[in-house]
Nanobody, 125 residues
Framework: QVQLVESGGGLVQAGGSLTLSCTFS????????MGWFRQAPGKEREFVAA????????LYADSMKGRFTISRDNAKNTVTLQMDSLKPEDTAVYYC??????????????????WGTGTLVTVSS
């Protein structure tokens, strides 16, 4: 079965950077579109970024454009989220997710097939 394990969360000051990684196992990684979502206390889980399985196309939520970069390494079964210029409002638990053979442009939590357990990112002001 598919397993996703996130790493790289932590505490960072506003304006700083963090890199999150997600290791995928249990199936053919190259056939999964990978996504990052986040959930702040008291809020719904929201889309952050995704990278498709086929063309490696990327998509970002508007508030992350220009600050976050998603990438994948199919040889290492990993997806990475580089987060720069972090703001206190980026504080949340960040979740790695996977969707088999999906190439659409709309990403919702309900549409993803598999999830990691999350990693906490805290941005101090």
């Amino acid at each position: 079965q598919v397993q996703l394990v996130e790493s790289g969360g932590g505490l960072v000051q506003a304006g700083g950077s963090l890199t999150l990684s997600c290791t995928f196992s249990g199936h053919a990684f190259s056939t999964y579109t990978m996504g990052w979502f986040r959930q702040a206390p008291g809020k719904e889980r929201e889309f952050v970024a995704a990278i498709t399985w086929s063309a490696g196309s990327t998509l970002y939520a508007d508030s992350m454009k220009g600050r976050f970069t998603i990438s994948r390494d199919n040889a290492k079964n990993t997806v990475t989220l580089q987060m720069d210029s972090l703001k206190p409002e980026d504080t949340a638990v960040y979740y790695c997710s996977a969707s088999h053979l999906y190439s659409g442009s709309v990403y919702t939590a309900a549409g993803m097939d598999h999830w990691g357990t999350g990693t906490l990112v805290t941005v101090s002001s």
